[in-house]
Structure formats: structure tokens, C-alpha cells
């Protein structure tokens, strides 16, 4: 599995922007998938999170704001960033945990962590000017 984002670019305070994650190779171990962000100097923050049932989970940093969606048929994962603001600037990654099975951090209101996800993008860069 190979992921590849798209759609990441300048834009300002206040404005929208949505990032696309093209998925190739065997995607049916597939279950869950997620957008992460890494400011400079600063730790990667799991914002957004969506399984193959199609249930979701946002970050209360940027609920509300940011909506995860996924198109099956056109293997790609999406990220609608709404009313922008300069410190949602940063590297924008998206991530697949494709080891198979139904995992239960997955679900429900589990944290967004690095550690449940094997396979992730190079990454679109989001700079956000006021």
C-alpha cells in the first residue's frame, strides 16, 4: 500500500482547503485511515480518523472544523479544512493502519496516535498566512 497527498497549498486565514489522499496497491487490509499534521518545532498531532464502517472521529482541536471523508470506489481519503487559521499551518499526512483485522483504537473516541498507523504519505505542506 502506497499513500499520496494532494490538494495542500498557500491559503488565508479564514479560507478552505481540501487535501485528497490517493491510496494504491492491496487496500483491503485497510480498516482505518487518518490525517495527521506536524507544525515546525512541533510534535505530529492526530487530527481526524475514519474505519471501513465509515465511522469517524476529530481531534477537539479542530472539531467542527475539519471533516474526514473517504471515497471507496476512488481509493481516496479527504480532509475539508474550514475557516483556516494561521496555526493550522504545517505538514499534513495521511495515514492507513492496513495490519488487517478490526482494531479496536479504530473506533470510537480513542486518541489519534503515530503508533496505530504503518503506512503513511509523504506529506502536503499547509501554510496558512493572516
Known amino acids: 500500500v502506497s499513500l499520496v497527498e494532494s490538494g495542500g497549498g498557500s491559503v488565508q486565514a479564514g479560507g478552505s482547503l481540501r487535501l485528497s489522499c490517493a491510496v494504491s496497491?492491496?487496500?483491503?487490509?485497510?480498516?482505518?485511515m487518518a490525517w495527521f499534521r506536524q507544525a515546525p518545532g512541533k510534535e505530529r498531532e492526530g487530527v481526524a480518523r475514519?474505519?471501513?464502517?465509515?465511522?469517524?472521529y476529530t481531534a477537539d482541536s479542530v472539531k467542527g472544523l475539519f471533516t474526514i471523508s473517504q471515497d471507496i470506489a476512488k481509493n481516496t481519503l479527504y480532509l475539508q479544512m474550514n475557516n483556516l487559521k494561521p496555526e493550522d499551518s504545517g505538514v499534513y499526512y495521511c495515514?492507513?493502519?492496513?495490519?488487517?483485522?478490526?482494531?479496536?483504537?479504530?473506533?470510537?473516541?480513542?486518541?489519534?496516535?503515530?503508533?496505530?498507523?504503518?503506512?503513511w504519505g509523504q506529506g502536503t505542506q499547509v501554510p496558512i498566512s493572516s
Open positions: 495515514a492507513a493502519n492496513n495490519w488487517g483485522g478490526r482494531r479496536p483504537y479504530c473506533t470510537g473516541t480513542t486518541e489519534i496516535k503515530e503508533v496505530y498507523f504503518g503506512t
Open positions: 496497491g492491496v487496500a483491503d487490509s485497510i480498516y482505518c
Open positions: 475514519i474505519n471501513s464502517d465509515a465511522m469517524t
